[in-house]
C-alpha cells in the first residue's frame, strides 16, 4: 500500500483530528502517503475531489493538532447511495486516478452505512467516533434480535428489538466506547453542577438536555454532574413517577436537576422532542424540543398552587426552567481519553487496510482483567439480517428504572472510561489559554484558513 485517502463523515467530535493524527502517524511509520479528502463523502462526489497531502515526506503537517477539536479535514452529512452505479463508480475511476489504494473512514453509524457500497469497489475501513457512544454492540449477537415491521401506510419498515435472550456482561462489548463520548460527558457533566447552583438558588427545577439521538450513553454520563433525576430514551417515561419524584425531592431540597436525552420517547414510544418531523440529509431525524417538551408536561401536572403554596416563584412556568447543553459537548479540546484512543484507532484503520481486512471496524475493547486494547471487527457483524447497521442503545441494564437514575450496572460501566478521562495537561491547558492576554489582543485564527493553502486537485 503506498497512499491511502482520509476522510471524516458525519457530525464533528473533538477526537476527529486526534484520529486523523494517530492514523497519520502511523503510515509515516510504514511510509505510506495519506491524503485526507474535504468534507467528508461530498469530497468524492465533487468532480475536482478537493484534497490535502497530510504527510509529504512522510511528516506530519504541523496543522493537524490532536488536541484540538473538530477536523482539519471538514466533514459533512452526505451519505453514499449504495444503488446509486453509477456514480459510485465515478468515485473508483476518480479515486484510482489519485492512485488511492485504500480509504480510511472515520465516522459513525452513518458512515459504516455507506462503506459498505465502497468496499465492494475499493479498500475501506472504519475508525469509530460519535459523541453519542452508539457505534458498536451490546453483545456480537445483538444484530440478530432485530425484527422488523411493515408500517400501517405501506410506507417502509420500522425495525425494533425483541427482547433478548443473552446474559449481559460488559466484557462482550463489541466497541466499548466511542472517541468523542469522554469529552461530550466531561462537558455535559459540567454544565449540570454550574446549573444546579443556579436551581439552588432561586428554588427552581432544572431540565437539563443532552444530545445523543436515541442512545442514552450521554445523559448516563452527565450522572457524574450529580443530577438528580436522569432520563433516558432507551426507557419510555412515566410520566407519574417523574412528578412524585420531582415533588418529592423538591420538598426536601427546594431544587431539582433533570437531565434529559434528546430523544426521550412517552408511553406511546412518541419522540418528545421530534418538534420537527423532519430528517437531516443522512436520514436521521432531527431531535429538537424534548426539554421544552418535557418542561410543559411538568407545568400541567404540577401546576402553580403547587408553587405559590410554598413561596417558591409565582407559577409552574416562572420555576421551571430548561437549558441544552447543545453543541458545546461537541467541540473543543479533546480530554485524554479521547485524544489517545482516538490516536489508537486512527493507526488501527491503518493497520487494518495494509493487512488487506477490507470492510473492517476498529474497536476499543474492554475486560475487567485486562482493561482497554484496541481490536478490530467485520462490519457486517454491525448488521442486522436486512443489512441495517442500528445506532447502539444503552443495555437498559445500565439504568434504574424505578429511582430514575443510572443503575449499578451502568456505574461499572462508566468508571472505566472516566476514572483517569482527564490529563493533567488538559488541567493546565485550561490554565495557560482561558485567560491569556493575547486572546483580547488577537483575532481567532482558523485551521480553516491554513488548510485552505493546501487543498489539491484532481
Ligand atoms: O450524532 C451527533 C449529534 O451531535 C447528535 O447527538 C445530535 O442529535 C446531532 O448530532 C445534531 O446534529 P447537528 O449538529 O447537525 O444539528
Given at each position: 500500500m503506498k497512499r491511502i485517502g482520509i476522510l471524516t463523515a458525519g457530525g464533528d467530535t473533538p477526537a476527529l483530528n486526534a484520529t486523523i493524527h494517530g492514523a497519520v502517524a502511523r503510515a509515516n511509520q510504514l511510509s505510506i502517503e495519506a491524503y485526507g479528502f474535504i468534507k467528508g463523502y461530498n469530497s468524492l462526489y465533487n468532480e475536482r475531489v478537493p484534497h490535502v497531502?497530510?504527510?509529504?515526506?512522510y511528516q506530519e503537517i504541523p496543522?493537524?493538532?490532536?488536541?484540538?477539536?473538530?477536523?482539519?479535514?471538514g466533514s459533512s452529512r452526505d451519505y453514499v447511495d449504495p444503488n446509486d452505479d453509477e456514480a459510485l463508480s465515478k468515485i473508483t475511476q476518480k479515486l484510482n486516478r489519485l492512485k488511492i489504494d485504500g480509504l480510511v473512514c472515520i465516522g459513525g453509524d452513518g458512515t459504516l452505512n455507506g462503506l459498505q457500497p465502497l468496499a465492494d469497489r475499493i479498500p475501506v475501513v472504519l475508525a469509530p467516533k460519535t459523541?453519542?457512544?452508539?457505534?458498536?454492540?451490546?453483545?456480537?449477537?445483538?444484530?440478530?434480535e432485530y425484527i422488523r415491521c411493515e408500517r400501517h401506510d405501506r410506507s417502509g419498515f420500522d425495525y425494533r428489538m425483541k427482547p433478548s435472550r443473552i446474559e449481559f456482561h460488559l466484557d462482550h462489548m463489541i466497541n466499548y466506547v466511542t472517541p468523542g463520548y469522554a469529552t461530550a460527558v466531561f462537558v455535559s457533566s459540567q454544565g449540570v453542577q454550574r446549573i444546579r447552583t443556579t436551581a439552588e438558588s432561586h428554588r427552581r427545577i432544572a431540565i437539563i438536555e443532552v444530545m445523543g439521538r436515541h442512545s442514552g450513553y450521554i445523559a448516563l454520563g452527565s450522572s457524574y454532574g450529580q443530577p438528580d433525576i436522569t432520563l433516558v430514551p432507551e426507557h419510555t417515561l412515566d410520566l407519574e413517577l417523574l412528578v412524585d419524584r420531582v415533588k418529592e425531592i423538591y420538598d426536601l431540597q427546594k431544587n431539582v436537576v433533570i437531565v434529559c436525552g434528546e430523544g426521550i420517547v412517552d408511553e406511546a414510544g412518541?419522540?418528545?422532542?421530534?418538534?420537527?418531523s423532519s430528517t437531516d440529509p443522512s436520514g436521521n431525524k432531527v431531535l429538537k424540543g424534548a426539554s421544552e417538551a418535557l418542561r410543559q408536561l411538568l407545568i400541567q401536572k404540577i401546576g402553580d398552587d403547587y408553587f405559590a403554596s410554598y413561596r417558591r416563584g409565582n407559577s409552574a412556568s416562572e420555576a421551571i426552567f430548561t437549558r441544552k447543553v447543545g453543541h458545546t459537548q461537541r467541540g473543543g479540546r479533546p480530554i485524554l481519553f479521547d485524544r489517545f484512543y482516538g490516536a489508537q484507532l486512527g493507526g488501527k484503520a491503518v493497520d487494518l487496510l495494509v493487512e488487506g481486512r477490507n470492510n473492517a471496524v476498529s474497536t476499543i475493547q474492554w475486560s475487567a482483567a485486562k482493561g482497554f486494547w484496541v481490536d478490530s471487527f467485520h462490519s457486517?457483524?454491525?448488521?442486522?439480517?436486512?443489512?441495517h447497521i442500528h445506532a447502539r442503545k444503552m443495555h437498559p441494564s445500565f439504568y434504574d428504572s424505578n429511582n430514575l437514575k443510572l443503575s449499578t450496572v451502568g456505574r461499572e460501566y462508566l468508571q472505566p472510561i472516566f476514572t483517569?478521562?482527564?490529563?493533567h495537561d488538559d488541567l493546565e491547558h485550561q490554565r495557560d489559554t482561558t485567560f491569556a492576554a493575547s486572546s483580547l489582543l488577537m483575532p481567532y485564527h482558523s485551521v480553516n484558513t491554513d488548510m485552505s493553502k493546501r487543498i489539491c486537485y484532481l
Amino acid at each position: 500500500m503506498k497512499r491511502i485517502g482520509i476522510l471524516t463523515a458525519g457530525g464533528d467530535t473533538p477526537a476527529l483530528n486526534a484520529t486523523i493524527h494517530g492514523a497519520v502517524a502511523r503510515a509515516n511509520q510504514l511510509s505510506i502517503e495519506a491524503y485526507g479528502f474535504i468534507k467528508g463523502y461530498n469530497s468524492l462526489y465533487n468532480e475536482r475531489v478537493p484534497h490535502v497531502h497530510l504527510n509529504p515526506l512522510y511528516q506530519e503537517i504541523p496543522e493537524l493538532d490532536p488536541t484540538k477539536g473538530g477536523t482539519i479535514l471538514g466533514s459533512s452529512r452526505d451519505y453514499v447511495d449504495p444503488n446509486d452505479d453509477e456514480a459510485l463508480s465515478k468515485i473508483t475511476q476518480k479515486l484510482n486516478r489519485l492512485k488511492i489504494d485504500g480509504l480510511v473512514c472515520i465516522g459513525g453509524d452513518g458512515t459504516l452505512n455507506g462503506l459498505q457500497p465502497l468496499a465492494d469497489r475499493i479498500p475501506v475501513v472504519l475508525a469509530p467516533k460519535t459523541i453519542d457512544n452508539d457505534l458498536g454492540l451490546n453483545y456480537p449477537s445483538e444484530p440478530d434480535e432485530y425484527i422488523r415491521c411493515e408500517r400501517h401506510d405501506r410506507s417502509g419498515f420500522d425495525y425494533r428489538m425483541k427482547p433478548s435472550r443473552i446474559e449481559f456482561h460488559l466484557d462482550h462489548m463489541i466497541n466499548y466506547v466511542t472517541p468523542g463520548y469522554a469529552t461530550a460527558v466531561f462537558v455535559s457533566s459540567q454544565g449540570v453542577q454550574r446549573i444546579r447552583t443556579t436551581a439552588e438558588s432561586h428554588r427552581r427545577i432544572a431540565i437539563i438536555e443532552v444530545m445523543g439521538r436515541h442512545s442514552g450513553y450521554i445523559a448516563l454520563g452527565s450522572s457524574y454532574g450529580q443530577p438528580d433525576i436522569t432520563l433516558v430514551p432507551e426507557h419510555t417515561l412515566d410520566l407519574e413517577l417523574l412528578v412524585d419524584r420531582v415533588k418529592e425531592i423538591y420538598d426536601l431540597q427546594k431544587n431539582v436537576v433533570i437531565v434529559c436525552g434528546e430523544g426521550i420517547v412517552d408511553e406511546a414510544g412518541r419522540d418528545l422532542g421530534d418538534e420537527e418531523s423532519s430528517t437531516d440529509p443522512s436520514g436521521n431525524k432531527v431531535l429538537k424540543g424534548a426539554s421544552e417538551a418535557l418542561r410543559q408536561l411538568l407545568i400541567q401536572k404540577i401546576g402553580d398552587d403547587y408553587f405559590a403554596s410554598y413561596r417558591r416563584g409565582n407559577s409552574a412556568s416562572e420555576a421551571i426552567f430548561t437549558r441544552k447543553v447543545g453543541h458545546t459537548q461537541r467541540g473543543g479540546r479533546p480530554i485524554l481519553f479521547d485524544r489517545f484512543y482516538g490516536a489508537q484507532l486512527g493507526g488501527k484503520a491503518v493497520d487494518l487496510l495494509v493487512e488487506g481486512r477490507n470492510n473492517a471496524v476498529s474497536t476499543i475493547q474492554w475486560s475487567a482483567a485486562k482493561g482497554f486494547w484496541v481490536d478490530s471487527f467485520h462490519s457486517n457483524g454491525f448488521r442486522d439480517r436486512w443489512g441495517h447497521i442500528h445506532a447502539r442503545k444503552m443495555h437498559p441494564s445500565f439504568y434504574d428504572s424505578n429511582n430514575l437514575k443510572l443503575s449499578t450496572v451502568g456505574r461499572e460501566y462508566l468508571q472505566p472510561i472516566f476514572t483517569h478521562a482527564i490529563g493533567h495537561d488538559d488541567l493546565e491547558h485550561q490554565r495557560d489559554t482561558t485567560f491569556a492576554a493575547s486572546s483580547l489582543l488577537m483575532p481567532y485564527h482558523s485551521v480553516n484558513t491554513d488548510m485552505s493553502k493546501r487543498i489539491c486537485y484532481l
